[in-house]
């Protein structure tokens, strides 16, 4: 089976900096998107940053300039480094693959079970 599994959150300072780590295992064909999501409590899941497998990148608004997205295809990786940390960034951080894998060759969204991201002020 296809796991994504996270890493790399906590609790941290307003000002601070965090690296999350998402590692999809399992036998993998070829991975296409790569991205983070974010759920703070009492509101819906919103995108905060997505990499093609070309590595064209795409960020919310909110966080241009302090979050960067990369990936490490030899590792099946992708990482989201958050500079300049605020409370409002305070959430349930989401990894999501879309991938084929020798389970599914169709094109399928994959989610990691997230990782809490608290920054106090």
């Known amino acids: 089976q296809v796991q994504l599994v996270e890493s790399g959150g906590g609790l941290v300072q307003a000002g601070g900096s965090l690296r999350l780590s998402c590692a999809a295992s399992?036998?993998?064909?070829?991975?296409?998107?790569m991205g983070w999501y974010r759920q703070a409590p009492g509101k819906q899941r919103e995108l905060v940053a997505v990499?093609?497998?070309?590595?064209?990148?795409n960020y919310a608004d909110s966080d241009k300039g302090r979050f960067t997205i990369f990936r490490d295809d030899a590792k099946n990786t992708v990482y989201l480094q958050m500079n300049t940390l605020k409370p409002d960034d305070t959430a349930v951080y989401y990894c999501?693959?879309?991938?084929?894998?020798?389970?599914?060759?169709?094109?399928?969204?994959?989610w990691g079970q997230g990782t809490q991201v608290t920054v106090s002020s």
């Open positions: 999501y693959a879309q991938l084929r894998s020798y389970y599914n060759i169709n094109l399928s969204g994959y």
């Open positions: 399992g036998r993998i064909f070829s991975i296409n998107d």
């Open positions: 990499i093609t497998s070309g590595g064209s990148t």
